[in-house]
């Protein structure tokens, strides 16, 4: 088994003892402070609707890819949802061994931001023929983000934050994204995905029991393998960067499986879109930046601007193709 720790979200869902949820806190920043990973119990994501989405996802990349291409994501336009086929997607420049399906938060047409014409805002696409995956995948963003949400009044207390701080300064207008992955079996073993880091403050990642996640620890690089009933948690660079490095943000890989096919699906709840991250005041004067050390040497403290700057700027990385026909010039 994965060496990562396993921390139960029990207290604080059943509004346990202040004993209990301090526990918990300290175990929470333990876990933040090694290798910004860990596995998540009691956090409310029915069985039931989880073994649904798998086997949804099944038969949507089992589909023709005709079929599949009247998702694909030049036609979400700036919303930047929909189907990329193997290797439309890019980590550190080189492209991923899998395809996907992105959602986000469903926005109506009228939406001031939709109207706008802000990226990554508006609605996803949907394929006709397999009507059930839109309100299974609508309702697994709802629970995850109840989990995050609960989650974060964890990370709160373990940073001596009053419990509604992220939801009151951060998330009370989070930004939701929800990716559906598929990484083929390959004749021989690579990478899935290469060494990166996630953007926002938590991704809660649900996978097959296929595995290959893996995350690089003070120790080393070590297997996150799939552990029954739970969820993968770890922190992004939003949370790295609101701490000034006393919580780091974890690389992490996929790495491909030669015996059989893969399903991943990462949730990610970031700060709202036009949120400007500010270190905690008793962090902001002793910044540890480990720009040197980092997969990208980008360092999370120098940035300035809005959390929705900075994920379109991550993201045109990823998508480059899309980036420049959405924002020409850009």
């Known amino acids: 088994m994965s060496a990562l720790p396993v921390l139960d979200l029990t207290p604080l869902r059943q509004g346990a003892d202040s004993s209990a949820c301090d526990a918990l806190a300290r175990a929470i920043a333990a876990a933040c402070r090694d290798s910004g990973f860990f596995y998540l119990v009691g956090h409310g994501l029915d069985p039931a609707l989880q073994a649904r989405l798998e086997a949804l996802s099944r038969r949507f990349f089992a589909a023709p890819e005709a079929d599949k291409q009247a998702l694909a994501m030049h036609h979400g336009g700036r919303a930047w949802r929909g189907w990329f086929p193997l290797g439309g997607e890019l980590t550190s420049g080189q492209p991923d061994l899998k395809e996907g399906l992105y959602f986000g938060t469903e926005l109506p047409a009228d939406h001031p931001r939709v109207r706008a014409g802000t990226p990554l805002h508006g609605a996803n696409l949907w394929p006709a023929w397999l009507p059930e995956l839109r309100p299974t995948v609508l309702a697994v963003m709802a629970q995850l983000a109840d989990a995050a949400q609960l989650l974060l009044t964890g990370v709160a207390r373990s940073l001596d934050?009053?419990?509604?701080?992220?939801?009151?300064?951060?998330?009370?207008?989070?930004?939701?994204?929800?990716?559906?992955?598929?990484?083929?079996?390959?004749?021989?073993?690579?990478?899935?995905?290469?060494?990166?880091?996630?953007?926002?403050?938590?991704?809660?990642?649900?996978?097959?029991?296929?595995?290959?996640?893996?995350?690089?620890?003070?120790?080393?690089?070590?297997?996150?393998?799939?552990?029954?009933?739970?969820?993968v948690c770890n922190i992004g660079d939003m949370l790295d960067r609101l701490t000034g490095g006393w919580y780091r943000s974890t690389p992490h890989r996929v790495r491909s499986s030669t015996r059989s096919d893969r399903l991943s699906f990462p949730f990610f709840f970031d700060p709202a879109w036009d949120a400007e991250i500010v270190p905690l005041p008793r962090r902001a004067a002793d910044i540890s930046d480990d720009a040197a050390e980092r997969w990208d040497r980008a360092s999370v403290h120098a940035f300035r601007g809005t959390y929705g700057e900075y994920l379109l700027a991550k993201v045109a990385r990823v998508f480059p193709a899309l980036h420049a026909a959405v924002r020409p010039g850009a």
């Open 161 to 231: 934050l009053a419990p509604d701080y992220f939801r009151s300064h951060y998330t009370g207008d989070a930004t939701q994204l929800f990716r559906i992955f598929h990484y083929p079996a390959t004749p021989q073993t690579g990478w899935g995905v290469g060494e990166h880091t996630d953007y926002g403050l938590l991704t809660l990642l649900v996978q097959d029991d296929v595995g290959g996640l893996q995350v690089k620890t003070p120790r080393g690089w070590i297997d996150a393998p799939p552990r029954p009933g739970a969820l």
